[in-house]
């Protein structure tokens, strides 16, 4: 988005606001000499935070600006104090905060935004791009001081024999060009990788060259060590030897393998007969159980017999011992048959018993035998693994590594050899290569193809517009980034005076290119003094003339955005410029009455020399 100035003031404790006012199209602010024309333009500066200060506060008595700017989204009104770094910001636009904003960047961080970014945004810029400012893409922000040349031409540069526009130290060139290309297409080409200075690329390779001749060094002594190592394998063919003592491993190998199934195995059986061993001994051990049994149920018989038999020999009772009475024989049952049937039984089942007891005990030792056995030679297994097959297998192991070794250590020393060849190679190819080769960016090769064609088409037509004499051919030459005028650069063919005006055309030229071309348009066009020094150097009092044409043009041309153009007034073309659109003020010094309808002394009040 475009802005516009449309108020700057100045104040002071005591004194009366010294304000002008612009309107969006032309502006023109006109006076004798000394009478603050210029200084209206650097308390413009001064707010925008360009200059340190506009005027000296010690003799004129201010010591404040402020500056109102209107954008498409609202007004803006900035106020900066004189030996203050800092801008106050009054704003409701939803995009730019409002408050105190820095005016410049501080290594450490500001605590306030920055009023580089506030004119950014102003001008649709809202995120901070970092543009290429040399040919070995380093990087810095865009700034506005920077795009000022642009569009802001200064009374001490309107007579530069060299282009208005580029900035007076060349190495700032290539900056300049990558931020007018930014404006014109939005592209800081984020792809374009830091390459490094001449004097750095060769400290680099300074510092690579002593690096790989260090290290080439450590790798022959370590190459030189491998060798006397490999000098013990001498005369042994090393791989048919390790292949003897991997085939020796494998039969090792499967020696153990078998051993240990045959292991496991014989594990297996024995858990089994364990299982059997001890199921044969619960049985013997109800066996037992019950052959106590029998042996208690025969002594109770025994017992109950011989009681019988003692029983029987004692007489019975014929009288009562109480009484006297007689007491009539009982018939008594004797158990002694019944007894003796069942001992016999019993007897029997023993008997069967102890045979059955036999079997069981000669089926416990025969178990008993197998476990031994199988647990002997089990252990002549384990035995065997452990000190025959294991042990003999991890010499194998050893010797097979040993020979690895060596075949890595071969390796090594090959690798070694090759890599220190590569990096000579590689170290040659580096310090044989020449920095042409590095990409350099030249921001000039991405101007639009039609870049210089259109510049020259608006140069000559404007050229044509403001009656210039013996107007031939109007180029713009790429190369001093300025106008040639009939195949002549200007130093080269005219004055002072035709350097102020061909320079005010360049910037012509420039807005008028922005206005159709750029993505991002400043909208503003300040120049001052364009007419300084200039001689037309023909006897022609034509109103197309140069000097009245030049000011015609700016009268017809105030659609393309705000002009504030500062002039002398005896230098003063006769145009009705108020009724042309334009606004006027004119600081008189009381030597004259002014013609137009704002005028006063000076631009500061009470300050009668500035």
Same mark, same amino acid.
């Given at each position: 988005?475009?802005?516009?100035?449309?108020?700057?003031?100045?104040?002071?404790?005591?004194?009366?606001?010294?304000?002008?006012?612009?309107?969006?199209?032309?502006?023109?602010?006109?006076? *004798?000499?000394?009478?603050?024309?210029?200084?209206?333009?650097?308390?413009?500066?001064?707010?925008?935070?360009?200059?340190?200060?506009?005027?000296?506060?010690?003799?004129?008595?201010?010591?404040?600006?402020?500056?109102?700017?209107?954008?498409?989204?609202?007004?803006?009104?900035?106020?900066?104090?004189?030996?203050?770094?800092?801008?106050?910001?009054?704003?409701?636009?939803?995009?730019?905060?409002?408050?105190?904003?820095?005016?410049?960047?501080?290594?450490?961080?500001?605590?306030?935004?920055?009023?580089?970014?506030?004119?950014?945004?102003?001008?649709?810029?809202?995120?901070?791009?970092?543009?290429?400012?040399?040919?070995?893409?380093?990087?810095?922000?865009?700034?506005?001081?920077?795009?000022?040349?642009?569009?802001?031409?200064?009374?001490?540069?309107?007579?530069?024999?060299?282009?208005?526009?580029?900035?007076?130290?060349?190495?700032?060139?290539?900056?300049?060009?990558?931020?007018?290309?930014?404006?014109?297409?939005?592209?800081?080409?984020?792809?374009?990788?830091?390459?490094?200075?001449?004097?750095?690329?060769?400290?680099?390779?300074?510092?690579?060259?002593?690096?790989?001749?260090?290290?080439?060094?450590?790798?022959?002594?370590?190459?030189?060590?491998?060798?006397?190592?490999?000098?013990?394998?001498?005369?042994?063919?090393?791989?048919?030897?390790?292949?003897?003592?991997?085939?020796?491993?494998?039969?090792?190998?499967?020696?153990?393998?078998?051993?240990?199934?045959?292991?496991?195995?014989?594990?297996?059986?024995?858990?089994?007969?364990?299982?059997?061993?001890?199921?044969?001994? *619960?049985?013997?051990?109800?066996?037992?159980?019950?052959?106590?049994?029998?042996?208690?149920?025969?002594?109770?018989?025994?017992?109950?017999?011989?009681?019988?038999?003692?029983?029987?020999?004692?007489?019975?009772?014929?009288?009562?011992?109480?009484?006297?009475?007689?007491?009539?024989?009982?018939?008594?049952?004797?158990?002694?048959?019944?007894?003796?049937?069942?001992?016999?039984?019993?007897?029997?089942?023993?008997?069967?018993?102890?045979?059955?007891?036999?079997?069981?005990?000669?089926?416990?030792?025969?178990?008993?035998?197998?476990?031994?056995?199988?647990?002997?030679?089990?252990?002549?297994?384990?035995?065997?693994?452990?000190?025959?097959?294991?042990?003999?297998?991890?010499?194998?192991?050893?010797?097979?590594?040993?020979?690895?070794?060596?075949?890595?250590?071969?390796?090594?020393?090959? *690798?070694?050899?090759?890599?220190?060849?590569?990096?000579?190679?590689?170290?040659?190819?580096?310090?044989?290569?020449?920095?042409?080769?590095?990409?350099?960016?030249?921001?000039?090769?991405?101007?639009?193809?039609?870049?210089?064609?259109?510049?020259?088409?608006?140069?000559?037509?404007?050229?044509?517009?403001?009656?210039?004499?013996?107007?031939?051919?109007?180029?713009?030459?790429?190369?001093?980034?300025?106008?040639?005028?009939?195949?002549?650069?200007?130093?080269?063919?005219?004055?002072?005076?035709?350097?102020?005006?061909?320079?005010?055309?360049?910037?012509?030229?420039?807005?008028?290119?922005?206005?159709?071309?750029?993505?991002?348009?400043?909208?503003?066009?300040?120049?001052?003094?364009?007419?300084?020094?200039?001689?037309?150097?023909?006897?022609?009092?034509?109103?197309?003339?140069?000097?009245?044409?030049?000011?015609?043009?700016?009268?017809?041309?105030?659609?393309?955005?705000?002009?504030?153009?500062?002039?002398?007034?005896?230098?003063?073309?006769?145009?009705?410029?108020?009724?042309?659109?334009?606004?006027?003020?004119?600081?008189?010094?009381?030597?004259?009455?002014?013609?137009?309808?704002?005028?006063?002394?000076?631009?500061?009040?009470?300050?009668?020399?500035?």
């Amino acid at each position: 988005m475009a802005f516009y100035i449309t108020k700057v003031t100045a104040t002071g404790p005591g004194k009366a606001p010294a304000t002008v006012t612009f309107r969006k199209g032309l502006n023109l602010i006109c006076g *004798v000499s000394d009478s603050g024309k210029t200084c209206v333009l650097k308390c413009i500066q001064f707010a925008m935070g360009v200059i340190k200060k506009p005027f000296e506060k010690e003799q004129t008595g201010y010591d404040s600006v402020s500056l109102d700017i209107m954008t498409p989204d609202g007004p803006i009104h900035l106020s900066r104090i004189l030996g203050k770094n800092v801008v106050n910001v009054v704003t409701e636009i939803a995009s730019i905060d409002g408050g105190n904003y820095d005016i410049d960047y501080k290594g450490k961080g500001n605590k306030n935004p920055v009023l580089n970014e506030l004119w950014l945004k102003v001008i649709g810029i809202h995120k901070l791009p970092m543009i290429i400012s040399t040919q070995d893409f380093t990087r810095q922000r865009l700034k506005w001081n920077t795009l000022m040349r642009l569009f802001w031409l200064k009374e001490q540069d309107i007579e530069n024999p060299k282009s208005v526009l580029l900035p007076s130290t060349p190495t700032q060139h290539p900056y300049f060009f990558a931020s007018l290309l930014y404006l014109i297409t939005g592209d800081n080409y984020p792809n374009g990788e830091e390459q490094d200075k001449d004097e750095i690329s060769k400290a680099k390779r300074d510092a690579v060259r002593q690096f790989v001749n260090s290290r080439i060094s450590h790798m022959s002594k370590k190459r030189e060590e491998l060798q006397k190592a490999l000098s013990a394998y001498n005369n042994l063919d090393v791989e048919e030897e390790m292949q003897k003592l991997i085939d020796n491993l494998s039969e090792t190998e499967e020696a153990i393998a078998a051993a240990t199934e045959e292991s496991k195995d014989l594990l297996s059986t024995l858990l089994n007969l364990k299982e059997k061993e001890a199921e044969t001994k *619960v049985t013997h051990s109800h066996f037992q159980a019950l052959k106590s049994q029998y042996t208690a149920d025969i002594k109770r018989l025994t017992f109950i017999v011989d009681g019988e038999v003692h029983l029987h020999s004692v007489g019975n009772n014929k009288k009562c011992p109480f009484c006297d009475g007689s007491i009539p024989p009982a018939e008594r049952k004797s158990y002694i048959e019944a007894s003796k049937s069942e001992l016999n039984r019993i007897i029997t089942q023993l008997q069967g018993l102890a045979e059955s007891e036999n079997d069981v005990i000669s089926t416990l030792n025969e178990v008993r035998n197998k476990i031994k056995n199988l647990e002997e030679r089990r252990s002549e297994i384990e035995k065997w693994i452990e000190t025959e097959l294991a042990p003999q297998a991890d010499k194998l192991r050893e010797g097979i590594q040993q020979y690895r070794s060596y075949i890595q250590l071969q390796q090594e020393s090959t *690798v070694l050899h090759n890599v220190s060849q590569e990096w000579i190679t590689e170290l040659q190819k580096q310090e044989n290569s020449e920095d042409l080769d590095k990409p350099k960016f030249k921001p000039k090769e991405h101007f639009p193809v039609d870049f210089n064609s259109r510049i020259d088409e608006i140069a000559y037509s404007i050229l044509t517009d403001c009656k210039y004499e013996n107007l031939n051919t109007a180029h713009f030459n790429m190369g001093t980034f300025d106008l040639e005028i009939n195949g002549y650069a200007k130093e080269d063919s005219h004055g002072k005076g035709y350097w102020a005006f061909i320079n005010t055309v360049l910037g012509l030229t420039f807005r008028q290119y922005l206005h159709e071309e750029a993505i991002y348009k400043p909208g503003i066009f300040v120049v001052d003094t364009p007419l300084l020094g200039l001689d037309q150097g023909v006897e022609d009092n034509a109103p197309t003339s140069m000097r009245t044409a030049l000011f015609q043009y700016f009268i017809d041309n105030q659609s393309e955005g705000q002009m504030i153009v500062v002039e002398n007034t005896k230098d003063l073309p006769e145009l009705d410029y108020e009724a042309g659109g334009a606004k006027v003020i004119e600081f008189t010094q009381d030597k004259y009455k002014s013609k137009y309808k704002e005028s006063r002394y000076g631009f500061l009040h009470d300050v009668y020399s500035n």
